[in-house]
Protein backbone atom coordinates (compact mmCIF):
# COMPACT_ATOMS: atom_id res chain seq x y z
CA UNK A 1 0.00 0.00 0.00
CA UNK A 2 3.23 2.68 0.64
CA UNK A 3 4.30 1.49 -2.94
CA UNK A 4 1.06 2.48 -4.27
CA UNK A 5 0.49 5.60 -2.49
CA UNK A 6 4.22 6.86 -3.14
CA UNK A 7 4.12 5.88 -7.08
CA UNK A 8 0.63 7.43 -7.34
CA UNK A 9 -0.29 3.96 -8.58
CA UNK A 10 -4.08 3.26 -10.61
CA UNK A 11 -4.10 -0.22 -9.78
CA UNK A 12 -6.65 -2.52 -7.95
CA UNK A 13 -5.82 -2.31 -4.52
CA UNK A 14 -4.80 -5.91 -3.01
CA UNK A 15 -6.70 -7.85 -0.72
CA UNK A 16 -3.73 -7.96 1.86
CA UNK A 17 -3.28 -4.08 3.34
CA UNK A 18 -0.29 -3.90 6.07
CA UNK A 19 0.55 -0.72 8.26
CA UNK A 20 1.99 0.36 10.89
CA UNK A 21 0.25 0.90 14.28
CA UNK A 22 0.89 1.54 18.25
CA UNK A 23 0.74 -1.71 19.75
CA UNK A 24 0.94 -5.66 19.13
CA UNK A 25 0.90 -7.27 15.74
CA UNK A 26 -2.99 -8.18 14.41
CA UNK A 27 -4.67 -9.28 12.03
CA UNK A 28 -8.41 -7.85 11.13
CA UNK A 29 -10.54 -9.03 8.38
CA UNK A 30 -13.39 -6.92 6.67
CA UNK A 31 -15.72 -8.86 3.73
CA UNK A 32 -12.94 -9.80 1.61
CA UNK A 33 -10.25 -7.20 3.40
CA UNK A 34 -7.38 -8.34 5.43
CA UNK A 35 -6.09 -5.89 7.34
CA UNK A 36 -2.78 -6.70 8.71
CA UNK A 37 -1.33 -4.17 11.04
CA UNK A 38 2.64 -4.57 12.44
CA UNK A 39 4.18 -2.83 15.73
CA UNK A 40 6.64 0.05 14.94
CA UNK A 41 9.61 -1.78 14.79
CA UNK A 42 8.44 -2.87 11.85
CA UNK A 43 8.68 0.54 10.05
CA UNK A 44 10.07 0.64 6.83
CA UNK A 45 11.95 4.13 5.65
CA UNK A 46 12.08 4.56 1.50
CA UNK A 47 10.88 2.70 -1.46
CA UNK A 48 12.74 -0.32 -1.90
CA UNK A 49 12.44 -1.17 1.92
CA UNK A 50 8.81 -0.79 0.92
CA UNK A 51 9.16 -3.15 -1.79
CA UNK A 52 11.07 -5.48 0.78
CA UNK A 53 8.16 -5.69 3.09
CA UNK A 54 5.88 -6.56 0.73
CA UNK A 55 8.12 -9.26 -0.82
CA UNK A 56 8.48 -10.79 2.59
CA UNK A 57 5.07 -10.31 4.48
CA UNK A 58 2.60 -10.14 1.70
CA UNK A 59 1.36 -11.99 -1.00
CA UNK A 60 3.21 -10.90 -4.96
CA UNK A 61 0.32 -9.25 -6.87
CA UNK A 62 2.16 -8.53 -10.16
CA UNK A 63 -0.56 -5.94 -11.63
CA UNK A 64 0.95 -3.73 -8.29
CA UNK A 65 4.75 -4.62 -9.47
CA UNK A 66 4.15 -4.41 -12.89
CA UNK A 67 2.69 -0.90 -12.42
CA UNK A 68 5.47 0.80 -9.79
CA UNK A 69 7.93 -0.60 -12.69
CA UNK A 70 6.90 1.60 -15.00
CA UNK A 71 7.17 4.53 -12.90
CA UNK A 72 10.81 3.62 -11.28
CA UNK A 73 14.30 4.56 -13.27
CA UNK A 74 16.08 1.47 -14.00
CA UNK A 75 19.17 2.50 -12.39
CA UNK A 76 17.47 2.90 -8.91
CA UNK A 77 16.95 -0.94 -9.34
CA UNK A 78 20.46 -1.68 -10.27
CA UNK A 79 21.57 0.28 -7.48
CA UNK A 80 19.30 -1.16 -4.92
CA UNK A 81 20.40 -4.86 -6.20
CA UNK A 82 24.23 -4.14 -6.56
CA UNK A 83 23.99 -2.84 -2.79
CA UNK A 84 22.48 -6.30 -1.80
CA UNK A 85 23.93 -8.70 -4.72
CA UNK A 86 22.83 -11.77 -3.00
CA UNK A 87 20.13 -10.69 -0.72
CA UNK A 88 16.90 -12.72 -1.23
CA UNK A 89 14.80 -9.52 -1.86
CA UNK A 90 16.85 -7.97 -4.18
CA UNK A 91 17.05 -11.26 -6.17
CA UNK A 92 12.99 -12.01 -6.20
CA UNK A 93 12.46 -7.79 -7.21
CA UNK A 94 15.29 -7.83 -10.22
CA UNK A 95 13.89 -11.29 -11.96
CA UNK A 96 10.04 -9.79 -10.85
CA UNK A 97 11.50 -6.13 -12.78
CA UNK A 98 13.44 -8.51 -15.99
CA UNK A 99 10.51 -10.59 -16.18
CA UNK A 100 7.35 -8.11 -16.50
CA UNK A 101 9.46 -5.29 -18.18
CA UNK A 102 11.24 -7.27 -20.31
CA UNK A 103 14.06 -5.09 -19.58
CA UNK A 104 17.21 -6.97 -19.22
CA UNK A 105 19.43 -4.87 -16.39
CA UNK A 106 23.30 -4.08 -16.56
CA UNK A 107 23.51 -6.58 -13.99
CA UNK A 108 25.71 -9.73 -14.04
CA UNK A 109 24.44 -13.03 -12.96
CA UNK A 110 24.31 -14.05 -9.11
CA UNK A 111 27.05 -15.82 -8.14
CA UNK A 112 26.48 -19.51 -7.27
CA UNK A 113 24.68 -19.02 -3.76
CA UNK A 114 20.94 -20.73 -2.58
CA UNK A 115 18.13 -20.83 -4.80
CA UNK A 116 15.00 -19.23 -3.26
CA UNK A 117 10.95 -19.75 -3.94
CA UNK A 118 9.92 -15.98 -5.41
CA UNK A 119 6.07 -16.73 -4.38
CA UNK A 120 5.97 -17.76 -0.36
CA UNK A 121 3.86 -20.75 -0.67
CA UNK A 122 3.21 -19.75 3.00
CA UNK A 123 0.79 -16.92 1.86
CA UNK A 124 -0.33 -18.43 -1.73
CA UNK A 125 -0.56 -21.28 -3.63
CA UNK A 126 2.26 -22.05 -5.81
CA UNK A 127 2.57 -23.04 -9.61
CA UNK A 128 5.33 -25.30 -11.65
CA UNK A 129 8.51 -24.76 -10.22
CA UNK A 130 11.10 -23.25 -12.73
CA UNK A 131 14.57 -22.34 -12.09
CA UNK A 132 16.08 -19.40 -13.41
CA UNK A 133 19.43 -19.49 -13.07
CA UNK A 134 20.45 -15.73 -13.95
CA UNK A 135 18.83 -14.64 -9.95
CA UNK A 136 18.81 -17.88 -8.47
CA UNK A 137 15.27 -17.53 -8.02
CA UNK A 138 12.57 -20.46 -8.50
CA UNK A 139 9.21 -19.22 -11.05
CA UNK A 140 6.30 -20.66 -8.97
CA UNK A 141 3.81 -18.52 -10.25
CA UNK A 142 1.06 -20.13 -11.02
CA UNK A 143 1.00 -18.40 -14.77
CA UNK A 144 2.76 -16.45 -16.94
CA UNK A 145 3.89 -12.92 -17.43
CA UNK A 146 0.52 -12.21 -19.94
CA UNK A 147 -1.68 -13.62 -17.45
CA UNK A 148 -1.42 -14.65 -13.99
CA UNK A 149 -4.47 -14.52 -11.31
CA UNK A 150 -3.09 -15.48 -7.66
CA UNK A 151 -5.20 -17.52 -4.90
CA UNK A 152 -4.50 -16.46 -1.47
CA UNK A 153 -3.88 -19.20 1.50
CA UNK A 154 -6.58 -18.43 4.10
CA UNK A 155 -7.75 -21.06 6.52
CA UNK A 156 -11.21 -21.51 5.16
CA UNK A 157 -9.26 -22.77 1.96
CA UNK A 158 -6.69 -24.79 3.86
CA UNK A 159 -9.58 -26.10 5.64
CA UNK A 160 -11.59 -27.12 2.60
CA UNK A 161 -8.29 -28.61 0.99
CA UNK A 162 -7.71 -30.80 3.59
CA UNK A 163 -11.27 -32.17 3.81
CA UNK A 164 -10.80 -34.90 0.90
CA UNK A 165 -14.01 -34.37 -0.99
CA UNK A 166 -12.36 -36.68 -3.80
CA UNK A 167 -12.47 -39.06 -1.62
CA UNK A 168 -15.67 -38.53 -0.61
CA UNK A 169 -16.81 -38.70 -3.43
CA UNK A 170 -14.60 -42.18 -4.78
CA UNK A 171 -16.57 -43.43 -1.67
CA UNK A 172 -20.37 -42.90 -2.90
CA UNK A 173 -19.72 -44.35 -5.53
CA UNK A 174 -18.12 -47.33 -4.49
CA UNK A 175 -21.26 -47.95 -2.49
CA UNK A 176 -23.42 -47.42 -5.24
CA UNK A 177 -25.45 -49.99 -7.23
CA UNK A 178 -23.92 -48.89 -10.80
CA UNK A 179 -27.16 -49.46 -12.69
CA UNK A 180 -28.23 -46.94 -10.44
CA UNK A 181 -25.24 -44.38 -10.36
CA UNK A 182 -25.42 -44.83 -13.97
CA UNK A 183 -29.32 -43.65 -13.94
CA UNK A 184 -27.90 -40.75 -11.21
CA UNK A 185 -25.25 -39.46 -13.47
CA UNK A 186 -27.51 -38.94 -16.74
CA UNK A 187 -30.04 -36.97 -14.60
CA UNK A 188 -26.66 -34.59 -13.14
CA UNK A 189 -25.58 -34.35 -16.79
CA UNK A 190 -29.25 -32.85 -17.50
CA UNK A 191 -29.79 -30.87 -14.76
CA UNK A 192 -26.51 -29.57 -15.14
CA UNK A 193 -27.01 -28.49 -18.71
CA UNK A 194 -30.67 -26.62 -18.07
CA UNK A 195 -29.40 -25.04 -15.28
CA UNK A 196 -26.08 -23.31 -17.36
CA UNK A 197 -28.66 -22.23 -19.44
CA UNK A 198 -30.87 -20.82 -16.89
CA UNK A 199 -28.77 -19.15 -15.42
CA UNK A 200 -28.41 -16.67 -18.40
CA UNK A 201 -32.35 -16.69 -19.12
CA UNK A 202 -32.07 -18.97 -21.62
CA UNK A 203 -34.75 -21.94 -22.11
CA UNK A 204 -32.06 -24.29 -24.04
CA UNK A 205 -33.69 -26.12 -27.18
CA UNK A 206 -33.69 -30.19 -27.64
CA UNK A 207 -30.84 -30.20 -30.14
CA UNK A 208 -28.51 -27.34 -27.63
CA UNK A 209 -28.99 -29.00 -24.82
CA UNK A 210 -27.90 -32.42 -26.48
CA UNK A 211 -24.49 -31.24 -27.93
CA UNK A 212 -23.94 -29.46 -24.58
CA UNK A 213 -24.52 -33.01 -22.38
CA UNK A 214 -22.27 -34.59 -25.01
CA UNK A 215 -19.41 -31.58 -24.76
CA UNK A 216 -19.81 -32.44 -20.47
CA UNK A 217 -19.00 -36.16 -21.09
CA UNK A 218 -16.38 -35.93 -23.22
CA UNK A 219 -14.84 -32.51 -21.11
CA UNK A 220 -11.87 -34.42 -20.17
CA UNK A 221 -10.71 -34.63 -23.44
CA UNK A 222 -11.24 -30.94 -24.53
CA UNK A 223 -8.06 -28.85 -24.58
CA UNK A 224 -8.25 -25.57 -22.99
CA UNK A 225 -4.55 -24.92 -24.07
CA UNK A 226 -5.58 -24.73 -28.16
CA UNK A 227 -7.80 -21.64 -29.54
CA UNK A 228 -9.39 -24.07 -32.34
CA UNK A 229 -11.35 -26.11 -29.17
CA UNK A 230 -13.04 -23.19 -27.75
CA UNK A 231 -14.12 -21.65 -31.26
CA UNK A 232 -15.20 -25.67 -32.03
CA UNK A 233 -17.63 -25.70 -28.17
CA UNK A 234 -18.89 -22.02 -28.87
CA UNK A 235 -20.68 -23.07 -32.64
CA UNK A 236 -21.81 -25.80 -30.38
CA UNK A 237 -23.91 -24.18 -27.63
CA UNK A 238 -24.96 -21.08 -29.04
CA UNK A 239 -28.08 -20.38 -31.44
CA UNK A 240 -26.63 -20.62 -35.10
CA UNK A 241 -26.59 -17.42 -35.57
CA UNK A 242 -24.18 -16.16 -33.17
CA UNK A 243 -21.60 -18.61 -33.65
CA UNK A 244 -18.05 -17.24 -34.19
CA UNK A 245 -14.92 -18.35 -35.76
CA UNK A 246 -12.68 -15.77 -33.58
CA UNK A 247 -12.39 -14.45 -30.50
CA UNK A 248 -14.82 -11.33 -30.53
CA UNK A 249 -14.10 -7.74 -32.10
CA UNK A 250 -16.42 -5.97 -30.39
CA UNK A 251 -16.55 -3.96 -27.01
CA UNK A 252 -18.74 -5.32 -24.73
CA UNK A 253 -20.08 -5.17 -20.80
CA UNK A 254 -22.62 -6.32 -19.24
CA UNK A 255 -25.55 -4.03 -17.63
CA UNK A 256 -29.26 -3.67 -18.03
CA UNK A 257 -31.44 -1.29 -19.38
CA UNK A 258 -33.05 1.18 -17.28
CA UNK A 259 -36.78 3.03 -17.28
CA UNK A 260 -35.22 5.54 -18.89
CA UNK A 261 -33.44 3.46 -21.56
CA UNK A 262 -29.75 4.32 -20.11
CA UNK A 263 -27.62 1.48 -19.65
CA UNK A 264 -26.54 0.84 -16.11
CA UNK A 265 -22.83 -0.66 -16.28
CA UNK A 266 -21.79 -3.40 -14.12
CA UNK A 267 -18.60 -5.17 -15.65
CA UNK A 268 -17.03 -3.92 -18.45
CA UNK A 269 -14.88 -6.58 -20.61
CA UNK A 270 -11.73 -6.46 -21.67
CA UNK A 271 -11.38 -4.13 -24.68
CA UNK A 272 -10.64 -6.45 -28.43
CA UNK A 273 -7.79 -5.51 -29.21
CA UNK A 274 -5.83 -6.89 -25.78
CA UNK A 275 -8.45 -10.20 -26.20
CA UNK A 276 -5.86 -12.00 -28.16
CA UNK A 277 -3.23 -11.41 -25.57
CA UNK A 278 -5.26 -12.38 -22.71
CA UNK A 279 -6.66 -15.47 -24.02
CA UNK A 280 -3.13 -16.52 -25.08
CA UNK A 281 -1.78 -15.92 -21.72
CA UNK A 282 -4.90 -18.11 -20.28
CA UNK A 283 -4.28 -20.74 -22.33
CA UNK A 284 -0.46 -21.01 -21.34
CA UNK A 285 -1.80 -20.20 -17.71
CA UNK A 286 -3.89 -23.23 -18.12
CA UNK A 287 -1.34 -25.63 -19.48
CA UNK A 288 1.14 -24.68 -16.60
CA UNK A 289 -1.74 -25.38 -14.13
CA UNK A 290 -1.75 -29.00 -15.43
CA UNK A 291 1.75 -29.46 -14.78
CA UNK A 292 1.43 -27.87 -10.93
CA UNK A 293 0.13 -29.50 -7.86
CA UNK A 294 -2.48 -26.79 -7.45
CA UNK A 295 -5.52 -28.39 -5.81
CA UNK A 296 -8.14 -28.89 -8.40
CA UNK A 297 -10.94 -26.45 -7.57
CA UNK A 298 -8.63 -24.26 -7.08
CA UNK A 299 -7.63 -24.68 -10.31
CA UNK A 300 -10.82 -24.57 -11.87
CA UNK A 301 -11.41 -21.46 -10.10
CA UNK A 302 -8.84 -19.64 -11.37
CA UNK A 303 -9.43 -21.10 -14.79
CA UNK A 304 -13.51 -20.81 -15.14
CA UNK A 305 -14.19 -17.37 -14.01
CA UNK A 306 -10.45 -16.04 -15.64
CA UNK A 307 -12.10 -17.24 -18.76
CA UNK A 308 -15.61 -15.33 -17.90
CA UNK A 309 -13.89 -12.26 -17.41
CA UNK A 310 -12.18 -12.05 -20.03
CA UNK A 311 -15.13 -13.04 -22.35
CA UNK A 312 -13.65 -13.83 -25.48
CA UNK A 313 -17.16 -14.76 -27.45
CA UNK A 314 -20.04 -12.29 -28.08
CA UNK A 315 -22.07 -15.53 -26.87
CA UNK A 316 -21.87 -18.36 -24.47
CA UNK A 317 -19.03 -17.00 -22.34
CA UNK A 318 -21.36 -18.20 -19.00
CA UNK A 319 -21.91 -21.47 -20.49
CA UNK A 320 -18.14 -22.01 -21.41
CA UNK A 321 -17.03 -20.88 -18.32
CA UNK A 322 -18.99 -22.99 -16.31
CA UNK A 323 -18.42 -26.11 -18.80
CA UNK A 324 -14.37 -25.44 -17.74
CA UNK A 325 -15.15 -26.42 -14.18
CA UNK A 326 -16.21 -29.80 -15.28
CA UNK A 327 -13.24 -29.98 -18.27
CA UNK A 328 -10.79 -29.55 -15.19
CA UNK A 329 -11.89 -31.70 -12.18
CA UNK A 330 -12.73 -34.28 -14.88
CA UNK A 331 -9.18 -34.10 -16.81
CA UNK A 332 -7.31 -34.02 -13.30
CA UNK A 333 -9.17 -37.00 -11.95
CA UNK A 334 -10.95 -35.18 -9.27
CA UNK A 335 -14.42 -36.04 -10.79
CA UNK A 336 -14.71 -39.39 -11.19
CA UNK A 337 -15.13 -40.68 -14.22
CA UNK A 338 -18.51 -39.85 -16.50
CA UNK A 339 -19.20 -38.42 -12.64
CA UNK A 340 -20.36 -34.42 -13.10
CA UNK A 341 -20.72 -32.22 -10.38
CA UNK A 342 -23.86 -29.82 -11.47
CA UNK A 343 -22.04 -26.86 -10.05
CA UNK A 344 -24.99 -25.03 -12.05
CA UNK A 345 -27.72 -26.22 -10.11
CA UNK A 346 -26.03 -24.54 -6.68
CA UNK A 347 -24.80 -21.66 -8.42
CA UNK A 348 -28.60 -20.98 -9.87
CA UNK A 349 -29.94 -22.07 -6.62
CA UNK A 350 -27.37 -19.46 -4.14
CA UNK A 351 -28.13 -16.81 -6.95
CA UNK A 352 -26.98 -14.01 -4.53
CA UNK A 353 -24.27 -15.78 -3.40
CA UNK A 354 -22.93 -16.10 -7.43
CA UNK A 355 -23.35 -12.53 -8.27
CA UNK A 356 -22.26 -11.13 -4.82
CA UNK A 357 -18.75 -13.62 -5.86
CA UNK A 358 -18.61 -11.79 -9.71
CA UNK A 359 -18.87 -8.64 -8.19
CA UNK A 360 -16.25 -9.00 -5.48
CA UNK A 361 -14.24 -8.64 -8.68
CA UNK A 362 -16.75 -6.17 -11.02
CA UNK A 363 -17.24 -3.90 -8.84
CA UNK A 364 -13.60 -2.87 -7.89
CA UNK A 365 -13.05 -2.83 -11.17
CA UNK A 366 -15.32 0.11 -12.84
CA UNK A 367 -13.74 2.94 -11.37
CA UNK A 368 -10.12 2.08 -13.34
CA UNK A 369 -12.29 1.65 -16.91
CA UNK A 370 -12.73 5.13 -18.69
CA UNK A 371 -15.67 4.77 -21.21
CA UNK A 372 -18.47 6.21 -22.74
CA UNK A 373 -22.04 4.69 -24.58
CA UNK A 374 -23.51 6.35 -27.57
CA UNK A 375 -26.74 6.72 -27.98
CA UNK A 376 -27.18 3.04 -29.47
CA UNK A 377 -25.38 1.76 -26.31
CA UNK A 378 -22.28 0.97 -28.03
CA UNK A 379 -19.36 1.12 -25.56
CA UNK A 380 -15.67 2.69 -26.33
CA UNK A 381 -13.16 2.24 -24.11
CA UNK A 382 -10.54 5.14 -23.94
CA UNK A 383 -7.77 3.79 -21.19
CA UNK A 384 -5.23 0.84 -21.18
CA UNK A 385 -7.08 -2.02 -19.11
CA UNK A 386 -5.74 -5.12 -20.13
CA UNK A 387 -3.65 -5.47 -17.21
CA UNK A 388 -6.83 -5.10 -14.92
CA UNK A 389 -7.86 -8.38 -16.24
CA UNK A 390 -3.88 -10.33 -16.61
CA UNK A 391 -3.43 -9.95 -12.70
CA UNK A 392 -6.51 -10.37 -10.42
CA UNK A 393 -6.93 -12.27 -6.96
CA UNK A 394 -9.02 -15.43 -7.13
CA UNK A 395 -9.09 -16.76 -3.97
CA UNK A 396 -12.90 -15.35 -3.32
CA UNK A 397 -13.79 -17.61 -6.33
CA UNK A 398 -11.68 -20.60 -5.22
CA UNK A 399 -13.57 -20.67 -1.66
CA UNK A 400 -17.15 -20.38 -3.55
CA UNK A 401 -16.37 -22.94 -5.99
CA UNK A 402 -15.29 -25.14 -3.38
CA UNK A 403 -19.21 -24.59 -1.81
CA UNK A 404 -20.42 -25.42 -4.74
CA UNK A 405 -18.87 -28.80 -5.23
CA UNK A 406 -19.90 -29.55 -1.78
CA UNK A 407 -22.99 -28.87 -2.03
CA UNK A 408 -23.07 -31.26 -5.05
CA UNK A 409 -21.76 -34.20 -3.50
CA UNK A 410 -23.31 -33.80 -0.06
CA UNK A 411 -26.45 -32.39 -1.05
CA UNK A 412 -27.60 -32.62 -4.85
CA UNK A 413 -25.73 -36.62 -5.30
CA UNK A 414 -26.58 -37.68 -1.97
CA UNK A 415 -30.39 -36.54 -2.68
CA UNK A 416 -30.51 -38.25 -6.11
CA UNK A 417 -29.05 -41.44 -5.43
CA UNK A 418 -31.19 -41.52 -2.08
CA UNK A 419 -34.77 -40.70 -4.44
CA UNK A 420 -33.88 -43.25 -7.00
CA UNK A 421 -33.57 -46.08 -4.37
CA UNK A 422 -36.66 -44.77 -3.12
CA UNK A 423 -38.18 -44.58 -6.18
CA UNK A 424 -37.55 -48.02 -7.51
CA UNK A 425 -38.37 -49.71 -3.77
CA UNK A 426 -41.67 -47.96 -4.42
CA UNK A 427 -42.20 -49.35 -7.94
CA UNK A 428 -41.53 -52.77 -6.86
CA UNK A 429 -44.44 -52.35 -4.48
CA UNK A 430 -46.78 -50.75 -6.79
CA UNK A 431 -46.32 -53.66 -9.44
CA UNK A 432 -47.04 -56.29 -6.16
CA UNK A 433 -50.10 -54.40 -5.47
CA UNK A 434 -51.28 -54.27 -9.26
CA UNK A 435 -49.07 -55.82 -11.98
CA UNK A 436 -49.09 -53.01 -15.06
CA UNK A 437 -46.55 -51.74 -17.48
CA UNK A 438 -43.36 -50.57 -16.12
CA UNK A 439 -43.52 -46.74 -17.96
CA UNK A 440 -47.47 -46.42 -16.50
CA UNK A 441 -46.22 -47.61 -12.77
CA UNK A 442 -43.27 -45.46 -12.97
CA UNK A 443 -45.61 -42.54 -13.94
CA UNK A 444 -48.16 -43.50 -11.22
CA UNK A 445 -44.75 -43.30 -8.87
CA UNK A 446 -43.70 -40.20 -9.79
CA UNK A 447 -47.19 -38.34 -9.66
CA UNK A 448 -47.74 -39.57 -5.83
CA UNK A 449 -44.43 -38.82 -4.71
CA UNK A 450 -44.34 -35.18 -6.37
CA UNK A 451 -47.89 -34.54 -4.66
CA UNK A 452 -47.01 -35.62 -1.40
CA UNK A 453 -48.28 -39.07 -0.95
CA UNK A 454 -51.69 -38.88 -2.69
CA UNK A 455 -52.69 -38.92 -6.56
CA UNK A 456 -55.27 -35.89 -7.61
CA UNK A 457 -58.31 -37.08 -8.82
CA UNK A 458 -57.24 -35.32 -11.93
CA UNK A 459 -54.43 -37.59 -12.42
CA UNK A 460 -56.74 -40.75 -11.34
CA UNK A 461 -59.24 -39.66 -13.97
CA UNK A 462 -57.15 -38.63 -16.90
CA UNK A 463 -54.10 -41.45 -16.72
CA UNK A 464 -55.47 -43.95 -14.04
CA UNK A 465 -59.20 -44.49 -14.70
CA UNK A 466 -58.62 -48.75 -14.98
CA UNK A 467 -57.29 -48.53 -11.16
CA UNK A 468 -60.22 -48.99 -8.39
CA UNK A 469 -60.06 -46.67 -5.58
CA UNK A 470 -59.19 -49.00 -3.58
CA UNK A 471 -55.95 -50.18 -5.05
CA UNK A 472 -54.89 -46.72 -5.09
CA UNK A 473 -55.68 -45.92 -1.69
CA UNK A 474 -53.31 -48.74 -0.68
CA UNK A 475 -50.68 -47.97 -3.35
CA UNK A 476 -50.68 -44.46 -2.04
CA UNK A 477 -50.33 -46.03 1.69
CA UNK A 478 -47.40 -48.05 0.52
CA UNK A 479 -45.71 -45.27 -0.99
CA UNK A 480 -45.98 -42.78 1.80
CA UNK A 481 -44.50 -45.62 4.19
CA UNK A 482 -41.33 -45.68 2.27
CA UNK A 483 -40.90 -42.40 1.67
CA UNK A 484 -41.17 -41.62 5.37
CA UNK A 485 -38.46 -44.21 6.46
CA UNK A 486 -36.56 -42.28 3.91
Given at each position: ?80 V ?24 D ?5 PT ?59 V ?24 AI ?144 S???L ?50 E ?21 V ?65
Amino acid sequence: MAVIEELGLSVLSPAIRSSIIAGARRTRIEKTIVSEQYPKNYATEGLFENFKFALRYEPIDLGVFKAAFARIDAKNVIEWVRSEPTGIYARKLWYLFEYLTGHILDLPDVPPTGNVDLLNSQLQLTGKRILIKRQRVIDNLLGNREYCPIIRRTEKLDAVMAEGLDLETRSIVEETDPVVLSRAITYLYTRETKSSFAIEGEVVAKGRSERFVAALESAADFDPTEKKSFIDLQSKIVDPRFVETNWRKLQNYVGQTMSDYTEQVHFVCPKPEDVESLMDGWMKFTGRLRESEVHPICAAAAMSFGFVFIHPFEDGNGRIHRFLIHQHLASTGFAPAKLVFPVSSVMLRERGAYDRVLESYSKPLLPFIEYYLNDKGEMTVENPTSDLYRYWDATAFAEFLFHCVKETIRRDLREELGFLVLFDVALRRVMEIVDMPDRRASLLVRLIIQNRGVLSKSKKESEFPLLSQDEVKEIEAAIREITAQS
